[in-house]
């Protein structure tokens, strides 16, 4: 059966140069300027450590990498293994196992984002922000009340939920989505993982998600997603009135599979021998040069002079769809630093005083939320476990951040970091290796097999203890060396998980199906 990923297929483009859209100073305009900053928060979906220019140079993304050096680089930037729990802390800046989204989410499973919890749209927009989405929510569609322009948004173009086909904006089957990390495999191999999505992929309900605000949207078919998302971003930008607050968020839904980029992007490297690694890289050429127009269309609007800009990831990449994430361990859906830290910058030309730096203090995905606030000039939001990073960001103090929780699983597994520590309390999730960029480098994953065999201890579930700063490959488990400092991180992991709630995981609803709803996912059946 032809899969309806495919029934429209790519334009063939001429090659066209790659164009730097950005010809941006090191920049200390001074802000002039009382008023709160215009806010573009950019989020890709499962990017690895190792697909973007200023960690890879095989990667072509020169309109983000001239951000990131103008702006500060944050290389200790930690986010969840999936994206439901992810985007669940960048909206509330609360760690999902507060607010019992753990997991991702199910299409047909009645889960949502709780409302007794406000999202960072609702709060910016008490205070005079227009607030507009683009991309991919995740975070529950079976009542409207859950949705974007419900939960603080005056507009949303995307899709509900966690992937789709980019051209045809039709859910893809996706069983990577429903693996946790508390899952009780420890090691997987990569054709076992192939094998076992195609098996799971089959015989699930399929259905068109694209939405303008709450209405069902066609005009955007077969058109590739990210051109489609910042089509509508420029356009937002230049209705807008730059003397009005902007909270624009962008959650782009690359390069997340399906594997699926217009030719002309593919073709930039040819020199690469796995298609799959062709077309991811291309997904991420094409979201930078999406990046570059959208902050063209800011400056033509004369809104960058009083603006903060970050862009990030919602989890590492995936390393059997194309991604990579080396020199970090694992990937996506895992606790080990490639599941977790994630490309990540801020960029901003008058308010950032160490514009032009790599900063290796901790932040995490909950301080998104109390830092726009901040930014924003509203007062501190309590009972949140995010710290606003404002301060540090503009002005170059310490980071407030000392420790984080990566993850807590319903049963307790888990790893904490604390300092340039991290302990992992059970099994980190399904892949433990280091995976080489698909098709290109066998040779890279030799240099890490030199770590010390923990698999025994991995296959038992025993704990991990890691000096990240030392050591950010997780190669070499120092648990044995050090057992006061073991307890003394288990103590305070065993203080977070007394706080944890159990995950919202209710039956699948028949009502949910598509074809009851003229084939689209829709709301209405909770
Ligand atoms: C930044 O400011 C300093 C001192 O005011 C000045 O010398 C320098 O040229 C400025 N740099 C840029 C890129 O504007
Ligand atoms: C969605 O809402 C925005 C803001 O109210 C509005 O400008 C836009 O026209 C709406 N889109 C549709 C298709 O109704
Ligand atoms: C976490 O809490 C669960 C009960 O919810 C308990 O069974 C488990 O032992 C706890 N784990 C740690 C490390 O404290």
Redesign the pocket.
């Known amino acids: 059966m032809e899969t309806p990923c495919y029934l429209v297929q790519a334009t063939v483009v001429v090659l066209s140069l790659l164009s730097l859209h950005l010809a941006l100073a090191k920049t200390n305009q001074t802000k002039d300027d009382t008023r709160p900053p215009h806010i573009v928060f950019i989020v890709t979906d499962d990017l690895g450590w190792n697909d973007v220019g200023w960690h890879n140079p095989q990667i072509l993304t020169p309109n983000l990498n001239s951000l990131a050096e103008n702006g500060i680089k944050l290389e200790s930037s930690y986010v969840q293994p999936t994206c439901t729990p992810s985007r669940n802390s960048f909206m509330t800046g609360m760690f999902p196992f507060h607010t019992e989204l753990q997991r991702v989410m199910d299409p047909s499973k009645p889960t949502y984002l709780p409302l007794k919890y406000p999202t960072i749209a609702e709060k910016l927009k008490q205070r005079g922000y227009s607030t507009h989405m683009v991309g991919k929510w995740h975070l529950g569609y079976c009542n409207e009340k859950y949705t974007p322009?419900r939960r603080g948004f005056?507009?949303?173009l995307g899709f509900y939920m966690g992937s789709q086909c980019h051209y045809t904006h039709v859910k893809a089957g996706s069983l990577v989505e429903s693996v946790t990390t508390s899952t009780s495999v420890s090691s997987f191999g990569h054709d076992l993982i192939n094998s076992f999505l195609r098996v799971r992929t089959q015989g699930l309900t399929e259905g068109r998600d694209f939405r303008?605000?709450n209405?069902v949207?066609r005009k955007t078919e077969g058109e590739y997603s990210t051109h489609a998302f910042t089509d509508r971003a420029i356009e937002i930008i230049k209705?807008q009135d730059p003397d009005e607050p902007l909270f624009l968020y962008i959650p782009f839904s690359a390069p997340h599979s399906p594997l699926q980029v217009p030719s002309k992007y593919e073709q930039l490297y040819s020199h690469i021998k796995s298609r799959e690694r062709r077309i991811y890289s291309g997904m991420v050429t094409a979201l930078d040069e999406a990046v570059g127009k959208i902050v063209d269309a800011l400056q033509d609007k004369g809104m960058t002079g009083n603006m903060f800009l970050v862009f990030t990831s919602d989890n590492g990449g995936s390393s059997y769809m194309g991604g990579n994430n080396l020199p970090l361990r694992g990937g996506k859906n895992t606790l080990w630093e490639g599941g977790t830290r994630v490309p990540t910058f801020v960029y901003s030309p008058t308010l950032l005083t160490t514009a032009g730096s790599v900063s290796d203090q901790l932040f995490h995905a909950v301080d998104w939320f109390p830092t726009f606030l901040e930014a924003a000039g509203a007062p501190p939001a309590q009972g949140i476990d995010g710290l606003s990073q404002w301060e540090f960001l503009t002005t170059g103090k310490s980071s407030p951040r000392t420790e984080f929780v990566y993850g807590i699983g319903p049963e307790g597994k888990g790893a904490i970091r604390v300092g340039d520590y991290k302990l992992i309390v059970g099994r980190p999730g399904l892949y433990n290796d280091w995976y080489p960029i698909p098709g290109t480098d066998p040779v890279k994953r030799a240099r890490f097999k030199g770590g010390r065999h923990d698999s025994v201890k991995l296959e038992k579930g025993l704990n991990l203890l890691f000096n990240i700063k030392d050591d950010p490959s997780e190669t070499t488990d120092i648990a044995g060396q050090f057992p006061d400092l073991v307890s003394e991180l288990m103590d305070k992991y065993s203080a977070w998980n007394r706080t944890k709630v159990t995950p919202h995981e209710p039956e699948r609803i028949a009502l949910a199906d598509p074809a009851l709803h003229g084939g689209f996912w829709t709301p209405g059946w909770c």
């Open positions: 322009v005056d507009s949303f303008f605000n209405t949207w209705r």
